[in-house]
């Protein structure tokens, strides 16, 4: 397959391809737009608009799918990259590359985008064609944020991935939907800007006078900030990614626009936006300010907030009477276990802060998919309108568990091995602070369980539920992934790690190695200063 991927070029045009696909796919949808109201007309045009973004997002994961081969895991450099000027008057380059963290990220997106679409075939029932079409600009946004290596192509690409999911709540969600997509609008933008301000230091103190330079490579190689001045960059960087992650206490925004966001919406912002907060740390964050990040108070504020997450997003989640919101709560509780692992920052660590990131997006994106497939029978996601269940859906009662149980962390499931790494990782550097957090998993247990039996297992004593439909070939194709992927990593995730591998080893060494001369240079600040007084 290697050999093959070589012959043709792969690693020439794929980072290319993948951005431009699905906005090809977004142009033919609104070229398709149907102008006429006749019903028999307009379903027609809806369903083949369904299908034109199904089949995008099945040739974007294909397309995708060759990187796995074509990735040399003994790189820990950027592979099948790309460097085109842009606005050279700027110092602006179309500059893109891949390392095994963003591989993963990037195979995800690919992975979730067509199931996303399947679960969204009978939900979405008015503007069909603009839905799918923002899906697949979200896509291309997504795509840029993870594979972008010039600062300015990577606000560009965090900017577009915002505008669409804003009209995806703000258009197709429920009754509270203004509310919510004005609330996640600007609770992600203004940090945004602090962020925008930011870049532009970075690209204007980095370039020559009259051009700036917003390389990645350059900013990360040759370091020119004071650490006071790395401190406040930081910061402007750490308010834009913590609002997204979100972690505690920049993360009310999260339940609203999850509860209030159609299932595709949901499914996009557990399974990928929320990890492009905790990928802006490993990406930017850390490797551009490490003095500033690894500064001893900083890193323990960080931490100490991570693990607030993790014990409070099981509890909240623990007393949800909305399925959907208990969902939503969790994400808080498990991206607390990401923030952890990042700035524990130990090989073990950062690899089980990946792992984490890749089974939420798979368990969580599931479980908003069942919420969602059961809503739609239901009409209601309130948890005590169901109870017994398992004996009238056997299909999507099993499923329902095995999801949640990955969720939870069962060894055996993918969500195991993520949790592990992260506190085998973080004990040495924090061992109070982990032990907190591992009661988070015990939590986690205790809000999942209990949603599932008083979901499945309670009395049948609902005459709304004895007649329930259970799942159909369409959903069976939705979840069968989600199931084989949730196996497969469990049971044998060594190939993923062994892609991150030298990834995380270069990125731990880079922010340690680096961060060792700041603090020398903070703490001589210091000691002048205090002499001076």
Known sequence: MASFLDSIGFNGWVLPALLIIPMVGAALLVALSPRATDPARLESANRTARIIALWFCIIEFVVSAGLWW??????????????????????????????????????????????????????????????????????????????????????????????????????????????????????????????????????????????????????????????????????????????????????????????????????????????????????????????????????????????????????VAMVQPDFKKLVAYSSVSHLGFVMLGIFALTLQSVQGALMVMISHGISTGGLFLLVGMIYERRHTRAIEAYGGIARVVPVFAAVLTIVSLSSIGLPGTNGFIGEFLVLVGAFKPYPVLTTIATTGVIFAAGYLLWAIQRVLFNPLDKRENEHIPDLNWREIAIVTPLIAAIIWMGVYPAPVLRRMEPAATKLVAHVRNAAAPAAIAAATVAMNAAARR
């Open 70 to 315: 074509s990735f040399d895991p003994a790189l820990a450099g950027w592979q099948a990259a790309v460097d085109i000027p842009w606005i050279p008057t700027w110092g602006i380059r179309f500059t893109l590359g891949l390392d095994g963290i963003a591989l993963m990220m990037v195979l995800l997106t690919t992975f979730i985008m067509p199931l996303t679409v399947l679960g969204s075939w009978t939900s979405v029932k008015v503007k069909v064609h603009a839905f799918f079409a923002l899906m697949l600009v979200l896509t291309s946004g997504m795509l840029g944020v993870f594979l972008a290596r010039d600062l300015f192509l990577f606000y560009v690409m965090w900017e577009v991935m915002l505008i669409p999911m804003y009209f995806i709540i703000g258009v197709w969600g429920g009754e509270r939907r203004i509310y919510a997509s004005i609330k996640f609008f600007i609770y992600t933008m203004l940090p945004s800007l602090l962020m925008l301000v930011a870049i532009l230091y970075l690209g204007v103190h980095a370039g020559t006078p009259g051009t700036p330079d917003f390389s990645y490579d350059n900013l990360v190689a040759h370091p020119t900030l004071t650490p006071r001045v790395a401190l406040w960059l930081f910061a402007a960087f750490f308010l834009a990614f913590a609002v997204k992650v979100p972690m505690f206490p920049f993360h009310t925004w999260l339940p609203d626009a999850h509860v209030e966001a159609p299932t595709g919406g949901s499914v996009i912002l557990a399974a990928i936006m929320l990890k492009m907060g905790t990928f802006g740390f490993l990406r930017f964050a850390l490797p551009l300010f490490p003095g500033a990040a690894m500064n001893p108070t900083v890193r323990a504020v960080i931490v100490t907030l991570a693990v607030i997450g993790i014990v409070y997003g099981a509890l």
